[in-house]
């Protein structure tokens, strides 16, 4: 909601001043940083609900799974944003570019993140649903586990 916030801000003003860029930069930064450190808890919960509803803890297929969505994430993040400013004609010594690479510039940098920050929103909307069930989860998943021992 923080980086959302700045974004809004940005978008209002259009970057009008260096102040609100690199202010609300900032702000942005310190709100990418909170989701990004529940990650971890957000994967350790999603093994529990592995667990919970399929009987195997799918630990190796969640972390792996994570890793390589990292990493395909940001191999075409980085040549996606390489080929849009290829694309614009963009040359790196002009002086000015023209208003069709600026306004490429700002709605990757600040209409695409704040599509993508109400996405992850909901996402986390969805998981805090999840998160309620949890102990209720991992109670089922012991009473499994003790059914399966004395069945033996």
């Not at 996405?119 to 649903?129: E, S, T």
């Amino acid at each position: 909601i923080i980086g959302l916030a700045a974004m809004v801000v940005r978008f209002i003003f259009h970057d009008s001043t260096p102040f609100i860029l690199v202010s609300m930069s900032i702000v942005e930064a310190i709100g990418v940083q909170l989701p990004t450190s529940m990650m971890v808890q957000c994967l350790m919960d999603s093994i529990d609900y592995g667990e919970w509803k399929t009987g195997n803890r799918p630990v190796a297929v969640i972390m792996s799974a994570s890793g390589i969505g990292q990493k395909v994430g940001l191999a075409f993040g980085t040549s996606i944003a390489g080929f849009i400013v290829g694309a614009l004609s963009f040359d790196p010594n002009a002086a000015s570019q023209p208003q069709n690479v600026l306004n490429s510039f700002f709605g990757i940098n600040v209409i695409l993140p704040m599509v993508m920050y109400i996405g992850m929103a909901l996402i986390f909307v969805y998981l805090i649903k999840v998160e309620k069930r949890l102990p209720q989860m991992r109670a089922d998943i012991e009473a499994r586990k003790q059914a399966a021992a004395q069945g033996k």
